[in-house]
């Protein structure tokens, strides 16, 4: 109890930044909602305090102190391995050692080490190898309250083949989402396993060489929809890039094709399709598709009616991610299209690090963990006003791993009336939380318990498919303040009532 007393008082201490943070978004109320501070109040103290029906919200709707309540169901084992697992990769010299023998081909190509990874991260992360292992895992988890998101776990492809390939990977993904129980699965794809990685690239220079240059003309586009703000890394594209040829053309209208065929096939179902967001070199254009699809199949409505299929990612560590939601926001408006968004911290900060310390330029990554938090806090509030006030028009998907963010986002849905209970028109297919398989298991298990939609962010695929994606959360997971670490706490708590438990029937 004294883990979670102490996250409450953090919670409510930073709240008010949050909706501060938010406000700079159009349209967010969040503030005004949130608050009955009076203006001489608010003056004097400079801080606009949370309201009191907030902080009993916040400190009563997901509960973390009965370890044998939020762990109820969950097999002994399955908690012992789990713990072992996520206190190994606090190790940081052994995460350093394992990451750099999985980026050796030598290494994670051979046998041995496919079947040292498979014994160890893989079955931690990973939902196995085959779509229908992967469906298993969806129905077990279905069975204990939340759905799943299947992932194909494929990415940078290098050709329109190794794309054709992949594409139909997906289309089984989604064949085998629709013979679960109807509401338990959606799909995610990456685009750069639909588009070779170099034309991503290419057109993401061109995109934003527009966007410093309006008059630009790209005949390729077939859309207007906000994709950059000013203050996106347009730096990276110092100079006009060569306009893209005719069979580049065609490539890219083929990897358009590839997207929209999938979308397709999720509307025909009636399934979510999340588009992941990647890596700064590439993420205008994966951004350009992803509106694309989703102008073609989600449909604003009133009273609930909309329809979202294709949900694009915004990502809080992005210095530009507030301007491009408001902008995004305001075009959907326009267009009369339901916004659909996952929001979420980030997986490619080493990446972007890298990158702009070779080139010399500024990291289009937040300075300070601190600012990454205000932003996804500040997004992720006004996300749920945004799904409260324009139902129908709005879908919102937040993916977070921080206990912090996921107390503030249930206390304002709460408050706001979406995201709990059993039908649509109490707004909970407004909102679902998400994380990743292996980790988080605590928040997950919190927010079902508390009634909100939860899904299990599920890869799986060969061990040499996933081997990118496994480096990512052995990162995210090295040290011994990693984002696991609250999970630790949590599962030692309860394997300690356990075994108490066990001992005193013995006596």
């Not at 939020?70 to 050692?97: C, H, I, K, Y």
């Not at 065929?261 to 205008?284: N, S």
């Not at 604003?300 to 809080?316: C, F, L, N, P, Y």
Request: proline share 4%.
């Amino acid at each position: 109890m004294a883990i979670a007393s102490r996250i409450q008082k953090r919670v409510l201490a930073s709240f008010a930044a949050a909706a501060a943070a938010a406000a700079k978004l159009p349209e967010a109320a969040v503030v005004a909602a949130a608050t009955t501070a009076t203006g001489a109040d608010a003056a004097e103290d400079d801080v606009i305090s949370p309201s009191a029906v907030l902080q009993e919200q916040v400190q009563s709707v997901l509960e973390f102190g009965d370890t044998e309540r939020l762990f109820a169901g969950e097999r002994t084992a399955t908690l012992v391995r789990t713990l072992a697992v996520l206190q190994a990769m606090s190790v940081g010299p052994l995460v350093d050692v394992a990451t750099a023998a999985l980026r050796s081909p030598a290494v994670a190509g051979s046998v041995p080490g496919r079947a040292a990874a498979r014994a160890t991260a893989y079955q931690h992360f990973c939902a196995g190898e085959t779509a229908g292992e992967a469906a298993a895992a969806v129905r077990r988890l279905w069975r204990g309250g939340m759905g799943g998101i299947l992932d194909y776990g494929i990415e940078d492809a290098e050709d329109g083949l190794a794309c054709d390939r992949n594409a139909a990977g997906f289309l089984a993904a989604v064949d085998v989402a629709a013979s679960l129980p109807p509401g338990s699965a959606s799909v995610c794809i990456k685009i750069t396993a639909l588009c070779p990685i170099a034309l991503l690239e290419k057109a993401s220079d061109l995109l934003r060489w527009q966007h410093k240059h309006p008059s630009l003309n790209l005949p390729w586009k077939t859309h207007g929809f906000p994709i950059l703000a000013d203050s996106s890394p347009l730096y990276l594209t110092s100079s006009e890039p060569p306009a893209l040829t005719a069979d580049e053309e065609r490539e890219l209208s083929a990897a358009h094709g590839r997207l929209l065929a999938i979308a397709g096939r999720c509307a025909e179902h009636d399934i979510h399709l999340l588009v992941d967001a990647e890596y700064a070199t590439v993420q205008p254009a994966i951004d350009y598709l992803t509106f694309a699809a989703a102008l073609a199949f989600n449909v604003a409505g009133g009273g609930g009616e909309g329809r979202a299929i294709v949900h694009g990612t915004i990502q809080a560590y992005l210095v530009d991610a507030r301007d491009r939601l408001g902008a995004m926001a305001r075009a959907a408006d326009g267009e009369g299209v339901c916004l659909a968004l996952k929001l979420v911290r980030g997986a490619y900060l080493a990446r972007e690090t890298r990158l702009a310390a070779r080139l010399g330029v500024p990291s289009p990554v937040h300075a300070t963990a601190g600012d990454t938090h205000a932003c996804f806090d500040g997004c992720a509030a006004f996300l749920l006003d945004r799904a409260a006030r324009r139902r129908g028009a709005a879908a919102v998907t937040l993916a977070t791993h921080n206990v912090e963010s996921g107390r503030r986002a249930a206390a304002r849905a709460v408050e706001l009336g979406i995201g709990r209970g059993g039908g649509s028109g109490d707004g909970r297919g407004l909102l679902q939380f998400a994380q990743l398989m292996g980790m988080a298991d605590g928040l997950s298990l919190g927010l079902r318990n508390a009634g909100f939609q939860v899904s299990k962010y599920l890869p799986y695929g060969p061990v040499e498919h996933v081997i990118p994606y496994l480096i990512r959360r052995a990162e995210e997971n090295r040290g011994l303040l990693s984002s696991s670490s609250f999970d630790r706490q949590l599962l030692r708590k309860e394997l300690v009532r356990r075994f108490k438990a066990a001992m005193m029937g013995r006596e």
